[in-house]
């Protein structure tokens, strides 16, 4: 018996924005079964990862914390994904944003101003632009793959940072430990309406709807959109492709520098050695649960940000491990890109004789 994939005319729309909710679904089971043989309560671990963040009213400050990096970041990437430019360094670039804006940061700790946070975040976003278009200008002229060049840039990112926070941007009050100083008011993102969601939240939000803009409504995003799915139809049509990816990685790196300046202003209030997150790296589960949209990107987003809050809550409460997390984000992953298989493929049962005279 040989099992084949044979590819359908035309996939089922409506199975194609399913699959993710079959996705989670799939998670939860499996990972309740695997808790459970572990020797956790692995059900009730799946209730408080999935469903006590989403119902307890006290965390959803919490989640919006968590989820608008991962909106941010999630919807930079989709852009350069619809246009099969694809960017697996996002957390260098965050890191970027975040060295970016903690340097001017520091560059102005003995200011005050309203004029401080917003060079802030511009010196984040030009942080991770620049970041990024070191892939692009690989890729545009010496047509190295982005995958490759983008994701061993997080790791010097990653050193660049240790070696700050020992060296140059030691707090000289710090009691030795490596961080920068504390930022002061001027440098911190102010709150929303007395609650401890800082304004870097709402604006994810808007920033994810504005980009849903751009990309549905105007010409450039549906310049995109076709070099992505029909290259040839693309170059027919006289789409430049090298801008299409100058621009797809200038717009991951800029939303991910901002999503880095918003965290380093916000939760963290200073430069840290912890501060690499993992952001980058889950936010492209994100974009794939959000199929590329937005919209999706955004529900998406409040998901993992559930994941993460879960999983903290289940870490305190049953002794579930700290990785549990990460776990479930990667079936999560998983379960998504095989629903997404069988979505475009219809499994059939062959012959073994027909396999191997072919």
């Known amino acids: ?104 940061a520091l560059a102005t700790w003995h200011l005050e101003g309203i004029w401080i946070l917003p060079l802030m975040c511009l010196g984040g976003i030009v942080g991770g632009m620049l970041y990024a278009g ?97 290259p040839e139809a693309a170059r027919y049509g006289g789409f430049n492709k090298k801008r299409t990816v100058w621009f797809s990685l200038f717009a991951a790196g800029g939303l991910a520098g901002l999503a880095g300046t918003f965290e380093v202003a916000g939760p963290f209030g200073q430069m840290v050695p912890q501060f690499p997150t993992g952001y980058g790296f889950t936010a492209i589960i994100v974009a794939f649960l959000g199929r590329l949209h937005p919209i999706g990107v955004i529900l998406a987003g409040i998901i993992l940000a559930i994941s993460y809050v879960g999983g903290e809550i289940a870490q305190t409460t049953i002794g579930l491990p700290s990785a549990a997390t990460g776990v479930f984000q990667a079936m999560m992953l998983f379960f998504l890109l095989a629903t997404d298989i069988l979505v475009n493929y219809r499994l059939r049962i062959g012959s073994l004789s027909k396999g191997t005279a072919a």
């Open 1 to 104: 018996m040989l099992l084949e994939l044979e590819k359908r005319k035309q996939p089922s729309r409506s199975m194609l924005y399913l699959t993710p909710v079959i996705a989670v679904l799939l998670t939860m089971f499996t990972g309740g079964v695997i808790f459970t043989l572990l020797g956790y309560d692995g059900f009730a671990a799946v209730w408080k990862i999935f469903v006590s963040p989403a119902i307890d009213i006290g965390k959803w400050t919490d989640l919006g914390i968590k989820a608008a990096p991962l909106i941010l970041i999630a919807t930079g990437l989709s852009i350069g994904f619809r246009a099969n430019v694809w960017n697996i360094g996002a957390e260098g670039q965050y890191v970027m944003g975040g060295l970016a804006a903690t340097g001017v």
């Open 134 to 230: 070191i892939p692009a200008f690989l890729k545009t002229r010496l047509n190295v793959n982005e995958i490759l060049s983008s994701l061993m840039l997080t790791y010097a990112a990653i050193q660049l940072l240790y070696y700050l926070m020992r060296g140059p941007w030691k707090d000289p009050d710090g009691f030795n430990f490596p961080q920068t100083r504390l930022f002061n008011d001027s440098q911190m993102l102010p709150e929303v309406a007395g609650t401890y969601i800082h304004i870097g939240v709402p604006l994810a939000f808007v920033i994810a709807i504005a980009v849903w803009y751009v990309l549905s409504r105007t010409v450039f995003g549906f310049e995109i959109r076709v070099v992505g799915a029909a």
